[in-house]
């Protein structure tokens, strides 16, 4: 009988208790309860292979659990214990599948995420070396190059030994990733200022970058912003060295491979340069990063020498031992203002899509003036900086000296250096003032322009709302001077600096012109800030940036047009002009860095002064008008409205009509 047949055969206890798993392209087994044995893999092996054994006739080996669990009967505990031992093995075997990582468990997904990384390291590093530092050459074709870096690293690196191309590969990773941080900064300030990032002396500018954003879009946005910079700055520098360390490995597991790329790309790289090869107008052949890195470092020893060279130009100054008595006669009595426009420049007149809405206004403001009695003569300023930095354009026509950078402006504004508004109160004739909407903050360099009292955003009586990053309307801004100071007696004419910042960069919302009656403290605009245009609108379309440039520069324009009509007389001197070109999305690429310059005068012998200028007549200069550097402008005024040949210091000049005044040898800018 078979229950006897069974009970012939002693147990193979010994096979029991030592079961082994099957090889991973075994085929199962079953556990002694007969639940299927589970695979390396983590599967369970239900199913027999078509060379398996029948159940019925066991295999060698194999353990016969039919037999264990027969002789259990009549054996007793000898029995029990091979299936005890072989249901711990079994909970063993799952405990180690279910410890395993997710790549042992699901490796065709690990294969496919390791190489999408792989690709995307190799795309990162690809894209940082040949990644340009203007927007303009933002193009596919750039990207679509051999750089040579990444030929001479890769060699490089499969070169040296395991220790040191460690720490090559980070190293480059880390320098890539800089060298991408400047890029970036380099297309920012190509964007805002029309040149690259200095490394050395424009850090300062994140402070009044962060002091632009606070204004415009509000602390919480500002902060945000910095933050969210902070953190991708800190994502780049770790992905791209993540990414160098990865294609490094790459390399170096298949060296045969990557050896012979490199050859092959390097012999190809060689050919498309001796050949000139080139891709929709970009050569194939790449020294992309070389190139960046040897122009910062050129940039770098200039910016380091530069202190020296200014030293030096500083120390030229032809008007710094002229008497008080011997400084502007030519002005005495007058009150003299001196006025910036914010971001008024050559684009505004000559572009075609702003002129003739521009030149309307200048047109009509010219006739408007002559009819108020007072006539204009205009030329045209090269400023030192353009789309921002206006700081640097009011000390390089005030000091006469060329102030390209932070560090120049930091270290005139703290010398003696005589600038013009200054000579105004060195001759003692003068009583100096100085409006500033734009200042926030203590402004110690009132001091060195010679300014008596500055009125900045807190001291202008202003209770509006503020319009973007512009804190004060440029009307308010001129109905409060006259208010503050031009209105009042005073014992001496006075001399005024007045900074127009409505025309500042975002241009939106802008205000518009309304009665000088009804200023009242400025909270009439509230309603007018509210029907304006959002910033972040207008931004999303070059053409309405361009639009709303033209409308604010129109804005400021009348405004002070309108203040000479109402409130100018027959002493009042006015010198108005722009002190840089705006950001290249209104102006275009290589754009000039002029900015219209206009005196304008009620006394014919003030304009009679500057006959030998010939400058253009009226507000809006011709495009064959004069055009100076705009650090010439200070030793031309002042020799312009000197004392001439043959005059007494304090007696005020008589010339006649026509007279050029030619300046005494040794005190002209020209």
Not at 170 to 190: E, I, K, S
Not at 299 to 312: E, M, N, T, W
Not at 492 to 508: Q, Y
Request: hydrophobic share 40%.
């Amino acid at each position: 009988m078979p229950h006897s047949t069974r009970l012939s055969q002693p147990p193979n206890t010994k096979k029991a208790t030592t079961t082994k798993a099957p090889p991973p392209d075994g085929p199962p087994e079953q556990t002694p309860d007969g639940t299927p044995e589970q695979t390396p893999d983590g599967t369970a092996a239900d199913q027999m292979t078509a060379d398996q054994t029948p159940a019925d006739q066991p295999t060698a080996g194999q353990t016969t659990a039919d037999q264990a669990s027969t002789t259990s009967g009549s054996t007793g505990d000898t029995a029990t214990a091979p299936a005890a031992d072989a249901d711990q093995e079994v909970v063993t075997d799952q405990e180690a599948v279910a410890g395993r990582g997710w790549r042992d468990r699901y490796p065709a997904v690990a294969r496919a995420v390791g190489r999408t990384v792989t690709a995307l390291a190799a795309v990162l590093v690809l894209s940082a070396l040949l990644l340009p530092n203007q927007l303009t050459r933002l193009t596919p074709a750039e990207f679509l190059r051999i750089p040579v870096e990444g030929i001479f690293g890769a060699a490089l690196l499969l070169l040296l030994p395991p220790r040191a191309r460690r720490v090559a590969a980070v190293v480059a990773g880390v320098g890539l990733g800089l060298r991408t941080l400047l890029n970036c900064l380099d297309m920012g300030f190509y964007s805002v200022l029309a040149r690259p990032f200095d490394p050395v002396l424009d850090w300062g500018l994140f402070e009044d970058a962060e002091s632009f954003l606070k204004d415009s879009i509000g602390q919480a946005g500002a902060i945000g912003a910095v933050a969210g910079v902070v953190l991708l700055v800190l994502a780049l520098l770790v992905l791209m060295t993540l990414a160098v360390v990865r294609l490094t490995r790459l390399l170096v597991r298949h060296s045969a491979v990557a050896t012979r790329t490199t050859l092959v790309l390097g012999t190809v790289w060689i050919t498309c340069a001796a050949l000139g090869v080139q891709l929709a107008g970009v050569p194939v052949a790449a020294t992309n990063t070389a190139d960046l890195v040897r122009d910062s470092a050129q940039r770098l020893r200039a910016s380091l020498a530069d202190q020296q060279v200014f030293a030096k130009e500083a120390g030229v100054d032809a008007f710094r031992d002229t008497p008080p008595d011997q400084l502007l006669t030519g002005l005495r009595g007058k009150d003299v203002i001196f006025t910036f426009i914010e971001s008024y420049g050559r684009s505004a007149i000559a572009d075609p899509a702003m002129a003739s809405q521009v030149d309307a206004v200048l047109k009509d403001g010219t006739k408007r003036l002559r009819k108020a009695g007072f006539a204009s003569r205009s030329a045209w300023l090269t400023s030192p900086t353009a789309g921002g930095g206006s700081w640097l354009a009011h000390s390089t026509f005030m000091s006469g000296l060329w102030i390209k950078n932070q560090q120049r402006y930091r270290t005139v504004t703290s010398s003696d250096r005589m600038p013009l508004t200054d000579a105004f109160k060195r001759s003692g004739a003068w009583r100096t003032a100085g409006i500033m909407p734009g200042v926030t903050r203590s402004w110690p360099e009132g001091k060195f322009y010679g300014l008596d009292h500055v009125y900045d955003t807190h001291h202008l009586g202003y209770r509006g709302p503020q319009f973007s990053w512009s804190r004060v309307p440029d009307q308010y801004s001129l109905s409060a001077f006259e208010r503050l100071e031009h209105g009042k007696r005073h014992d001496k004419p006075l001399m005024s600096e007045i900074i127009l910042v409505s025309s500042h960069n975002p241009w939106a919302p802008i205000p518009k012109m309304i009665g000088w009656d009804e200023l009242g403290d400025g909270s009439v605009y509230d309603a007018i800030k509210k029907a304006g245009k959002d910033p972040k609108e207008v931004w999303k379309d070059s053409a309405q940036v361009r639009n709303e440039y033209r409308r604010a520069i129109q804005y400021s324009l009348h405004s002070l047009i309108s203040y000479m009509e109402k409130y100018g007389n027959k002493n009042t001197v006015l010198v108005f002009l722009g002190d840089h070109q705006p950001v290249p999305t209104v102006t275009g690429e290589n754009a000039s860095r002029d900015v219209p310059v206009a005196l304008v005068a009620h006394d014919p012998a003030v304009l009679d002064r500057i006959s030998g200028w010939n400058w253009q007549n009226g507000l809006k200069p011709g495009p064959k008008t004069p055009v100076w550097r705009m650090d010439t402008f200070r030793d031309r005024f002042l020799t312009a409205f000197g004392p001439r040949p043959g005059e007494r210091p304090e007696e005020k000049p008589e010339e006649e009509p026509g007279e050029k005044t030619e300046g005494k040898p040794g005190r002209s800018g020209h």
